[in-house]
């Protein structure tokens, strides 16, 4: 468990830095969150790390009221909670500083055996239909479906998972508070009240953009041992999880799609050029567990 001053600390640096900043997350490691903190504030860190702080003089308050009111939790490196077998790799990518929580479940045991789908948020009703297939009967098998939250191949994920019984996580491009969509509000308390959870590394109350939705595609990929993309058209973000699930080391599956459909051009390149394996149910898709416990 983090002290009183880590956690103060952790709060602080989710507002200062915009992820991914891996200098931020380098000299936090290398001279523990307090410290970094303080020397954020002063502005004598190296100049590499305050190239990465838009915010030295960020205020938690409304962090500090979510957590005392029990809005939402804060998991950090130094809660056994933290999945550090999932967020090793992502050293280079800027890992996380800290990750806000909503649901009851363990981070660490729903990352263990999970599996990420995404795709596009115009997704067909092909699309729709697979997505939902996939994280139906993946979920079956007792298997944590991860997908971002969004319209789309994300939604449907997600509501295969729950019409199951199963679990799901959402990772969002928000603040855990904020329902983005708004539509997915009912959908987002459902994946909480099944005991699924929402994730994010952004602080309570941050609202969405493009920089951030960019950004939460490395979460994506490295929470599961392996991505699986639905529809993708040639400038999709589900092309970014894909790419960097393959940086990470991670199992890269994509669904085929008509050859006349734009929504599934982007895949359908990388099935073309071998860069991802080909997935046309569940029992395509290799669910590698992680280990019990910290590395």
Not at 19 to 25: D, F, I, K, L, T
Not at 64 to 90: F, H, Y
Request: proline share 5%.
């Amino acid at each position: 468990m983090p002290s009183r001053l880590e956690l103060h600390a952790r709060l602080f640096l989710l507002h200062a830095a915009e992820p991914p900043a891996p200098n931020v997350h380098c000299y936090v490691t290398d001279v523990g969150p307090v410290e970094a903190a303080e020397q954020i504030r002063q502005g004598t860190a190296p100049a590499a790390v305050l190239n990465e702080i838009g915010r030295p003089d960020a205020v938690i308050n409304d962090d500090l009221d979510a957590l005392d009111s029990g809005t939402a939790r804060l998991v950090t490196p130094e809660d056994d909670d933290w999945p550090i077998v999932r967020l090793t790799g992502l050293a280079s990518h800027g890992a996380p500083l800290a990750l806000w929580v909503r649901g009851k479940g363990s981070l660490t045991d729903l990352t263990r055996s999970a599996v990420t789908i995404t795709g596009a948020r115009a997704s067909t009703s092909y699309g729709h239909t697979v997505s939902s297939d996939l994280g139906y009967e993946l979920a079956r098998t007792g298997t944590t479906v991860i997908s971002g939250g969004s319209y789309g191949i994300d939604g449907a994920a997600h509501r295969g998972a729950l019409a199951a019984d199963g679990t799901t996580i959402a990772v969002l491009a928000t603040g855990v508070d904020q329902n983005y969509p708004l539509s997915h509000a009912r959908l987002f308390q459902t994946v909480i009240d099944e005991g699924g959870l929402l994730v994010s590394e952004y602080p309570i109350g941050t609202r969405p953009a493009r920089v951030r939705l960019h950004a939460r595609c490395r979460l994506l990929a490295a929470l599961a041992p392996a991505t699986v993309i639905v529809e993708a058209g040639q400038r999709s973000g589900a092309l970014t999880v894909a790419r960097a699930s393959r940086e990470l080391g991670r199992l890269v599956y994509g669904v085929p799609g008509p050859i006349h459909s734009a929504a599934s051009a982007g895949v359908n390149e990388l099935l073309r050029t071998r860069a991802v394996e080909v997935a046309t149910s569940a029992e395509h898709i290799t669910v590698q567990k992680a280990g019990n416990g910290r590395l």
